[in-house]
C-alpha cells in the first residue's frame, strides 16, 4: 500500500539556520505530495503542494520538489524563525481523496 | 468565511459508552473526511464522503467506528462501546471535490479521553 517516510524529530535549529526535512514516499502510481502543517495548538493546515515530478511546492519561503526518480519531497526553508516552531507532516493522496501522512516531524526554533 | 467546525472540542467518556462526535464542513464542500491523531498510530485516515456516493470507509479501524451524512453536509462519526485505544484527536476535514487537487481544510478536532 501507499507510505509515507519522514525523518524521525525533534529537529532542534537555532534562528535563521537551514532547515531539511526530508520525506520519501511508496506508491503505486502517481501521487500529489503535500507538506501540512499544525502550529501549536491550532489545526493542520495546508503548507504546500505539487501535483506531478519536477514540481516545486512553495510557501512562505518553505519549498519542496517532487523527485519521482527518488520518490521523495524533502521540505526545505532558507533561514527558519522562532515562529516556524511547529509539527510538519508529508503526505499523499492517490485516486482523488484520502491523505496517507507521516509520523511527523516536530521543529524547534531558539531565538 | 466560516471554516470546518467541530464539536465537542473535548469530550471524556467512560470505557464502553458510547459517542458522538460532530462535524460541520465549509458551505458548498462536497468531500469530507475523518481522520483521527494518536501518539501510537500519527495520523490516520477513517473514513471518505463525497456527494451522493457510497462512503470509503476503508479506514475504520473496527465495526464498533460508524459515521453518517445526512443531508450532504454535517456528519457525525459514531464509537460505540469506547475503548481506551480509541483515546484520539479526531480531525474532520472538507474539499471543494474528491480530488486530491482540492485542498483539505481541516477543523480544529475533538479530544477523545476514554477513562
Known amino acids: 500500500g501507499n507510505s509515507v517516510t519522514q525523518m524521525e524529530g525533534p529537529v532542534t535549529l537555532s534562528e535563521e539556520a537551514f532547515l531539511t526535512i526530508n520525506c520519501t514516499y511508496t506508491a503505486t502510481g502517481y501521487p500529489s505530495l503535500f507538506w501540512y502543517v499544525q502550529y501549536p495548538g491550532e489545526g493542520l493546515q495546508l503548507l504546500l503542494k505539487a501535483t506531478k515530478a519536477d514540481d516545486k511546492g512553495s510557501n512562505k519561503g518553505f519549498e519542496a520538489t517532487y523527485r519521482k526518480e527518488t520518490t521523495s519531497f524533502h521540505l526545505e526553508k532558507g533561514s527558519v524563525q522562532v515562529s516556524d516552531s511547529a509539527v510538519y507532516f508529508c503526505?499523499?493522496?492517490?485516486?482523488?481523496?484520502?491523505?496517507?501522512f507521516g509520523a511527523g516531524t516536530i521543529l524547534r526554533v531558539k531565538s | 468565511g466560516a471554516g470546518v467546525s467541530q464539536s465537542p472540542s473535548n469530550k471524556v467518556t467512560e470505557k464502553g459508552k458510547d459517542v458522538e462526535l460532530r462535524c460541520d464542513p465549509i458551505?458548498?464542500?462536497?468531500?469530507l473526511y475523518w481522520y483521527r491523531q494518536s501518539l501510537g498510530q500519527g495520523l490516520e485516515f477513517l473514513i471518505y464522503f463525497q456527494g451522493n456516493s457510497a462512503p470509503d470507509k476503508s479506514g475504520l479501524p473496527s465495526d464498533r467506528f460508524s459515521a453518517e451524512r445526512t443531508g450532504g453536509s454535517v456528519s457525525t462519526l459514531t464509537i460505540q462501546r469506547t475503548q481506551q485505544e480509541d483515546s484520539a484527536v479526531y480531525l474532520c476535514?472538507?474539499?471543494?471535490?474528491?480530488?486530491?487537487?482540492?485542498?483539505?481544510?481541516f477543523g480544529p478536532g475533538t479530544r477523545l479521553t476514554v477513562t
Open positions: 476535514a472538507s474539499s471543494l471535490a474528491g480530488r486530491g487537487l482540492n485542498e483539505q481544510y
Open positions: 503526505a499523499l493522496s492517490e485516486g482523488g481523496n484520502k491523505l496517507v
Open positions: 458551505s458548498g464542500h462536497t468531500a
